[in-house]
């Protein structure tokens, strides 16, 4: 750009700015370039708030997803479960970016407290590997997840080629017997609505019973509750329980077979790279599933909600917009002999337009830097403090997340400079068609 165009520019930006600076004639000129600046602030702000909350529940909610559950999981398509689990897990841990296996077995249990009951899903888990694929364990915030560690004697387990030596010791369980009562870890949510503690003892019930003359029978145990976990995630706090997977074998009458093998790998953003990889080593009757997929509906309705609210939400600064164009419409009206006579001086056409688009613009600017202030400040606020409590029952999570971003920053700003300079095409045209003998011929 030339010395010639930048002075050109500096003359029109000051113009511009000298008018929004300028006494009114008529009041009600301000007046709606005051609400106009308003109006962009609070859109501005309102976008910023809602990126941040929808950005931050994605961000939540995958974090707690991942963390508390297996980025791969190995099942059979047929049949009642894996057996011969230790040189499979020998085998696929052997997979590049495989970090971590671990062996588990799923079950439906009815656990009851007294009068009180609840719905639960069983994990029989080796804890010492549960703990590298999972973080479920490490969120035990009552008692503690160790006594569930002893049930293991394994000399050189720790890596996947020593796997098939891993043998689980033998424990003394009977459903008749009352001299062992295994231990069981349940979330929060479930021990508040069982009334149970640390130290409770606990009835679980599982329907695989025992088949006898009078009809099946459910198999039923005493257990121990030695640890209850919060990990801010419903869904699990609420429904889950963890055993020793020895013991979670007698009471599904599952002599060592389990019904998952779990995966931690290095880039959870592979997991279906690597879970095709993972079904090709174990071989037919194998699939795997990932997080991802599991997880889905969920991701893909959080990503439409942020676009819906997005839309809607810029509606208010089309509004203001609108604002703008009619602010811009009445100073065209109040200033016509001031661009007469600048016009009869030599000021261009093309230079009036300019002008009167640069006030446009500095009034979406001003509009525009408010909002991202006031927009950005609430979102660290209500990202530091948590002041917005959320049912965990409904939202999965129990308070309201933010995540501001400079990206959303930029792409909000952009939005709100673009409609705004749409706004002063009109009536800077119009400016621009003023004739100087016609605007003068009264004054």
């Given at each position: 750009?030339?010395?010639?165009?930048?002075?050109?520019?500096?003359?029109?930006?000051?113009?511009?700015a000298?008018?929004?600076r300028?006494?009114?004639?008529?009041?009600v000129?301000?007046?709606?370039?005051?609400?106009?600046?308003?109006g962009?602030?609070?859109?501005?702000?309102?976008?910023?708030?809602?990126?941040?909350?929808?950005?931050?529940m994605r961000?939540?909610l995958?974090?707690?997803l991942?963390?508390?559950?297996?980025?791969?999981?190995?099942?059979r398509?047929?049949?009642?479960?894996?057996?011969?689990?230790?040189?499979l897990?020998?085998?696929?841990?052997?997979v590049p970016?495989?970090?971590?296996?671990?062996?588990?077995?799923?079950?439906?249990?009815?656990?009851?407290?007294?009068?009180?009951?609840?719905?639960?899903?069983?994990k029989?888990i080796?804890?010492?590997?549960?703990?590298?694929v999972?973080e479920?364990?490490?969120?035990v915030?009552v008692?503690?997840?160790?006594e569930?560690?002893?049930?293991?004697s394994?000399?050189?387990?720790?890596?996947?080629?020593?796997?098939?030596?891993?043998?689980?010791?033998?424990?003394?369980?009977?459903?008749?017997t009352?001299a062992?009562?295994?231990?069981?870890?349940?979330?929060?949510?479930l021990a508040?609505?069982?009334?149970a503690?640390?130290?409770d003892?606990?009835?679980v019930?599982?329907?695989q019973g025992d088949?006898?003359?009078?009809?099946?029978v459910?198999r039923?145990q005493?257990?121990?509750?030695v640890?209850?976990?919060?990990?801010?995630?419903?869904?699990?706090?609420?429904?889950?329980?963890?055993?020793?997977?020895?013991?979670?074998?007698?009471?599904?009458?599952?002599?060592d077979?389990?019904s998952v093998?779990s995966?931690?790998?290095?880039d959870l953003?592979?997991?279906?790279?690597?879970?095709?990889?993972?079904?090709?080593?174990?071989?037919?009757?194998?699939?795997t599933?990932n997080w991802?997929?599991?997880?889905?509906?969920?991701?893909?309705a959080?990503?439409?909600?942020?676009?819906?609210?997005?839309?809607v939400?810029?509606?208010?600064?089309?509004?203001a917009?609108?604002?703008?164009?009619?602010?811009?419409s009445?100073?065209?009206?109040?200033?016509?002999?001031?661009?007469a006579?600048?016009?009869?001086?030599g000021?261009?056409?093309?230079?009036?337009?300019?002008?009167?688009?640069?006030?446009?613009l500095?009034?979406?600017?001003?509009?525009?830097?408010?909002?991202?202030v006031?927009?950005?400040?609430?979102?660290?606020?209500?990202?530091?403090?948590?002041?917005?409590?959320?049912d965990?029952?409904?939202?999965?999570?129990?308070?309201l997340?933010?995540?501001?971003?400079?990206?959303?920053?930029?792409?909000?700003?952009?939005?709100?400079?673009?409609?705004a300079?749409?706004a002063?095409?009109?009536?800077?045209?119009s400016?621009?068609?003023?004739?100087p003998?016609e605007a003068?011929?009264?004054?």
């Amino acid at each position: 750009m030339t010395t010639g165009m930048l002075v050109l520019m500096r003359f029109e930006l000051f113009i511009a700015a000298r008018y929004l600076r300028a006494r009114r004639r008529q009041a009600v000129v301000g007046f709606i370039t005051a609400i106009s600046v308003v109006g962009v602030a609070a859109g501005v702000a309102a976008l910023i708030i809602a990126l941040a909350i929808t950005t931050g529940m994605r961000r939540d909610l995958q974090e707690r997803l991942v963390g508390a559950t297996a980025h791969v999981e190995l099942l059979r398509t047929a049949g009642d479960g894996i057996r011969d689990w230790r040189p499979l897990m020998a085998r696929v841990g052997k997979v590049p970016h495989v970090v971590a296996v671990a062996p588990g077995l799923y079950g439906q249990v009815l656990i009851s407290r007294g009068p009180r009951s609840g719905g639960a899903l069983v994990k029989g888990i080796v804890p010492g590997d549960e703990r590298k694929v999972g973080e479920l364990l490490g969120s035990v915030t009552v008692g503690s997840a160790d006594e569930l560690a002893p049930e293991i004697s394994r000399p050189a387990c720790d890596t996947p080629d020593a796997a098939h030596s891993c043998v689980i010791a033998p424990v003394p369980f009977s459903t008749g017997t009352p001299a062992y009562t295994p231990p069981i870890v349940i979330g929060n949510e479930l021990a508040w609505n069982l009334g149970a503690q640390v130290g409770d003892s606990i009835l679980v019930t599982s329907p695989q019973g025992d088949l006898t003359p009078l009809g099946l029978v459910p198999r039923y145990q005493r257990a121990r509750v030695v640890g209850i976990f919060a990990s801010g995630f419903y869904q699990y706090d609420s429904s889950y329980a963890f055993m020793r997977l020895s013991d979670a074998q007698r009471l599904f009458s599952e002599p060592d077979l389990i019904s998952v093998v779990s995966f931690r790998i290095d880039d959870l953003y592979k997991a279906a790279e690597v879970g095709k990889a993972i079904e090709a080593v174990a071989g037919p009757g194998f699939q795997t599933t990932n997080w991802m997929e599991q997880n889905r509906e969920l991701f893909r309705a959080l990503k439409l909600e942020q676009v819906v609210t997005f839309i809607v939400l810029a509606l208010i600064v089309v509004v203001a917009a609108l604002n703008i164009l009619i602010a811009l419409s009445m100073m065209v009206m109040e200033k016509t002999r001031d661009i007469a006579v600048m016009m009869s001086f030599g000021v261009s056409d093309a230079q009036v337009r300019r002008i009167f688009m640069l006030q446009g613009l500095l009034i979406s600017t001003i509009g525009t830097v408010l909002g991202i202030v006031v927009g950005y400040g609430a979102s660290v606020a209500g990202s530091h403090f948590r002041f917005i409590r959320l049912d965990a029952s409904v939202y999965s999570i129990d308070y309201l997340p933010f995540a501001p971003r400079l990206v959303d920053a930029l792409v909000v700003a952009g939005v709100s400079l673009g409609v705004a300079l749409l706004a002063t095409v009109y009536p800077a045209r119009s400016a621009a068609r003023v004739l100087p003998a016609e605007a003068l011929r009264y004054e």
